[in-house]
């Protein structure tokens, strides 16, 4: 290693410091460049023979130890940044400015002032160092560290531009600048935890470098290279108001993350396992993988209230509190008896205070919330007696239950999640961790976690909008046993005895959930006149060919079956679920359409109404008029084409429909329906925002939203809402009203009716005193029959995706409602009030502290031992695999040495989940010495071998 000299650095000062710089700003990495005796002493000395008199030299003396553990001495506490400012920081005349977390150290003539500077309300605010050093133009020196890694001014340039990956996050704890600890807080302008989110200055650099902005020089193996601050914010600035994400390193990791839906989990034990497990369906079910807001057990209700929290400025789409009987009424559950005077009091006023804070937190967070209802984890200690008792713990679980459900039953966009029912089908001995808890806090099982991510699951897609609203079905060994060519009408397995009922019940579930709203459809490979003789003739069949909205009967491939079969419906193959006892059936289906949900079923047919019972795509939240009719509306569907193919003309079928649109406003009637097709329509919705209710509330109340449900009723069905509009006066011209959102049912499509809305909307707006329609076309990968509406109607596009329409001149063929459609108006005057909506105002609790405590490390080591002679065996080889699994190891990876802290994800956390897969995965128990005992994989493959060795473990 080539040795450098001190008068190398000498020279290269003098040639990235000029004269005039007032302030010389120096970040280092000294191993950059080579060997050298005593390098820091050297390089400071270098440094002081460059500088004049004027000048101020300063170093970063960086430390987060205010951030992890709320504490900071201006003396004791260390430099986080390098070697050679701690060396310079300790030195005689260095002093330090006073900020807890980006200080700098240094001396010179301009040091005091920019030192009071030091002390803003923020790290990089307008009155902070930063602002000063812009002022002031210093001079940023990287002295073995690339310019590009000295981030300190550019973050300054991310806060005057306010980049959407940082938030301003104010931190609390206790701070000495010299006399004497006291309390201080400090704001920063924090990366966001819930996405990637990883800086990339070198473009900044590139740029400047271009312009000949950048001083450069070579020392020994390293470079010293130095920029002006007024140059580099300014490119920053600049660089950033064109594209806020081009210092982003992640960026396309940030806009993937960043569309996916953010959850918390809130309750007052560990359930950082419950929320992996969730975190990972929802990654298998949708391809997405949710940001998680990681909550300290026990201190969601300090998060919550405190503005300043990670929860408050994320502000999640779910948030799912899952507090336990146990942990609310345990006082209580453990001796029954002795309560029995007082509990139904006590229960009252704990479920009260629950849903108290609840509404308080409905006012702070604008997501959807998933409040389970209580059940008991642990058995009653009275036994079955307990079912008898007016005191007994299942007359306290439906008390609490009524209380919790009457105290939520008017919180906006609050739902119930039924952990009780999950509870009671995975069984209270197989829920609970057992030892865990005791452990780490930890209260459910692997079994359990699964059971209620998949429920919790389910809620959200229903939520969304994203269960399937179509099952396409097969026909031989699905809905019947046997083949129908084969066996005949009388030879197919269908009621009776096993298996033939098992058939019978399954086409009972299916008929069920047809009732609720879902379609049913036939996707088979068969003879069609020997299918349809089956379904029509045979005494056991429970669905008949009214009950099917579609058939494709044929030998053609059945994904493309799939595919005619949902667009005869007018619905996306994504809201279709595809069920085939055949495995290589599913599998061609799923390569030919992957929009399309095939669950694998059970090969046990009995098993597959508690299967799909359970599976997310299934799930309800709700239930309307317009889904109990919406069989109805397919098999209208089926007769609408047919006259449309007959009729002379699409006008002629249209006239012959009898069509009337009744238009209403928003209100209680109707506000079910609204909130649902919101958040259910994809394919003809102009922006697709998925407003919850109290959003829509709110604009209807405090910016003048208009919003209106449009039914339609014809000569086939009775009246039933099938579109939506949402329209507000437009923000930058106060006599235009803007078009919001304007969505329509897919089986409405093709009649015209988009027209008679625009076309009474227009009427409405020039009866209000508006000039002009104003609404924008936002594209989706779903909503390509919605693209042209405007475009089609007259309006003039004014921008990318936007358009308007003048209505003092709407041009040589004005905007008009279709002759053959009739359009009626009903409670027009229904409004909504300030006094219907939630005080708004967050309830912050002045002792609310807003910062967590330090997360937990590992870092106790195992003594290392020879286990070379269990290489090879199946015990090793299943412990690799294990740890493979848990910890995203490639295979290639020596793991044998693994412990606490040298694999990513083994924390102590990590090492509770390891030992609960373990203990599932094996079938064996550890003891309680085993659970503090056991922090490297050879310790757990010898005590797992001992196990084995005493009958214990057998694979």
């Known amino acids: 290693m080539r040795e450098v000299s001190k008068s190398e650095f000498h020279d290269a000062f003098q040639t990235v410091i000029e004269d005039e710089d007032e302030i010389v700003v120096v970040h280092a990495n000294t191993f950059a460049f080579g060997k050298m005796d005593d390098i820091c002493a050297g390089v400071i000395e270098a440094l002081q023979h460059r500088l004049l008199p004027h000048q101020t030299l300063l170093m970063p003396a960086f430390s987060w130890e205010f951030c992890r553990t709320g504490h900071y001495h201006y003396r004791n506490t260390p430099s986080e940044v390098g070697a050679l400012s701690e060396h310079f920081r300790v030195l005689p005349g260095i002093e330090r400015t006073p900020c807890p977390i980006y200080t700098y150290c240094g001396y010179g003539p301009r040091f005091q002032e920019l030192a009071e500077h030091s002390q803003s309300e923020s790290v990089w605010g307008e009155d902070s160092i930063f602002k000063k050093f812009y002022e002031l133009n210093a001079r940023i020196v990287g002295l073995g560290q690339p310019l590009s890694k000295c981030g300190t001014v550019f973050h300054y340039a991310e806060q005057l531009v306010d980049v959407p990956y940082r938030y301003l ?136 209230l405190n503005p300043e929290s990670d929860l408050r400025v994320i502000d999640p789409n779910y948030v799912a509190y899952l507090e336990t009987a146990e942990d609310l009424f345990g006082h209580i559950l453990r001796d029954p008896l002795s309560n029995r005077e007082t509990f139904e009091t006590d229960i009252q006023n704990i479920v009260a205070e629950y849903t108290s804070f609840i509404a308080e937190a409905r006012k702070c967070l604008s997501g959807i919330f998933i409040v389970a209802d209580f059940d008991l984890l642990n058995p009653s200690p009275l036994g079955d007696f307990d079912s008898t008792l007016s005191y007994g713990c299942a007359a306290m679980m439906a008390l609490a239950n009524r209380v919790l459900r009457d105290g939520l039953k008017d919180l906006p966009d609050v739902h119930i999640a039924q952990y009780g029912a999950v509870m009671r089908r995975v069984g209270t001995g197989t829920a609970s961790s057992g030892k865990f808890y005791y452990l780490s806090r930890t209260p459910f099982s692997k079994e359990f976690n699964a059971a209620l991510s998949q429920h919790l699951l389910g809620l959200m897609l229903a939520l969304e909008g994203k269960t399937s609203r179509l099952l396409i079905l097969d026909l031989d060994d699905t809905l019947w046993g046997g083949v129908a060519g084969e066996d005949g009408l009388s030879g197919i397995l269908l009621g009776g005895d096993h298996p033939g009922n098992v058939f019978k019940d399954f086409q009972y579930f299916l008929k069920a959930l047809s009732n609720r709203g879902i379609a049913l459809a036939v996707c088979s490979k068969n003879n069609e006149d020997d299918a349809m003789e089956i379904i029509a003739r045979h005494p056991d069949m429970v669905l008949r060919e009214d009950d099917f909205a579609a058939a494709q009967i044929n030998w053609d491939d059945k994904a493309s079956n799939v595919r005619k079969i949902c667009k005869s419906l007018g619905l996306t193959p994504a809201s279709a679920m595809f069920i085939d006892n055949s495995e290589l059936e599913r599998e061609w289906v799923r390569s030919g359409v992957p929009e399309c949900c095939v669950p694998d079923l059970p090969r046990d047919p009995a098993q597959w109404v508690p299967f799909l019972s359970q599976i997310p795509q299934l799930q309800a939240v709700t239930l309307t008029q317009e889904d109990i009719k919406r069989k109805q509306q397919y098999a209208q569907r089926r007769r609408d084409m047919k006259e449309r193919d007959a009729a002379q003309s699409v006008e002629a079928y249209l006239a012959g429909l009898g069509m009337t649109i009744t238009i209403s406003a928003y209100g209680e009637k109707n506000s079910a329906r609204i909130l649902q097709l919101i958040s259910k329509t994809n394919q003809f919705n102009t922006t697709t925002v998925r407003y919850k209710k109290h959003e829509l509330e709110r604009m209807i109340v405090q910016q003048g939203a208009q919003v209106y449900a449009v039914s339609l009723k014809d000569k086939y069905f009775e009246e039933e809402i099938i579109a939506v509009i949402v329209a507000s006066p437009n923000k930058n011209d106060a006599k235009a009203l803007e078009i919001d959102s304007l969505l ?212």
Request: glycine share 6%.
């Open 169 to 304: 996050k104010t931190f609390h704890g206790k701070a000495d600048f010299g006399g004497g600890e006291a309390s201080y807080s400090k704001q920063m302008y924090n990366r966001r935890l819930d996405v990637p989110v990883m800086n990339e200055m070198a473009p900044i650099i590139e740029d400047m470098d271009k312009r000949h902005e950048v001083l450069r020089a070579n020392v020994g193996m390293g470079v010293v290279e130095s920029i002006r601050t007024q140059e580099a914010v300014d490119a920053t600035v600049k660089l950033l108001e064109e594209d806020p994400l081009c210092l982003l390193a992640t960026r396309d990791e940030f806009v993937k993350a960043i569309a996916s839906p953010a959850v918390t989990f809130c309750g007052g034990r560990n359930l950082d396992f419950l929320a992996e497990e969730f975190c990972a369906q929802h990654k298998a079910e949708t391809d997405q993988e949710p940001r998680l807001i990681e909550m300290p057990f026990g201190q969601y209700r300090q998060e919550t």
């Open 744 to 955: 329509m049912s897919c089986r409405a499509m093709g009649r015209q009716i988009e027209t008679a809305m625009l076309a009474w909307l227009a009427d409405s707006a020039r009866a209000q005193g508006m000039s002009a329609l104003s609404g924008q076309i936002v594209p989706t990968e779903k909503n390509q029959p919605v693209r042209e509406l405007y475009a089609n109607h007259g309006f003039s596009i004014v921008g990318e995706h936007s358009y308007n329409l003048a209505l003092e001149n709407a041009g040589a063929q004005p905007l008009s409602i279709p002759s053959y459609i009739s359009v009626a108006l009903e409670d027009m005057d229904a409004t909504l009030t300030q006094a219907d909506l939630m005080d708004e105002e967050p309830h912050v609790d002045e002792e609310t502290p807003s910062q967590g405590t330090a997360g937990e490390s590992g870092s106790d080591k195992a003594a290392a031992s020879p286990i070379v002679e269990m290489r090879g065996s199946a015990l090793f080889e299943r412990l690799e695999e294990i740890f493979h699994t848990m910890f995203d190891v490639e295979e290639t990876e020596v793991i044998e040495q693994a412990r606490l802290g040298c694999l990513k994800k083994w924390d102590s956390k990590g090492q509770i989940g390891l030992l609960m897969e373990i203990e599932d995965e094996l079938d064996c128990d550890f003891n309680d010495e085993d659970l503090s005992a056991l922090v490297s994989f050879e310790a757990i493959l010898l005590r797992l071998k001992e196990m084995e060795t005493e009958g214990e473990l057998s694979l």
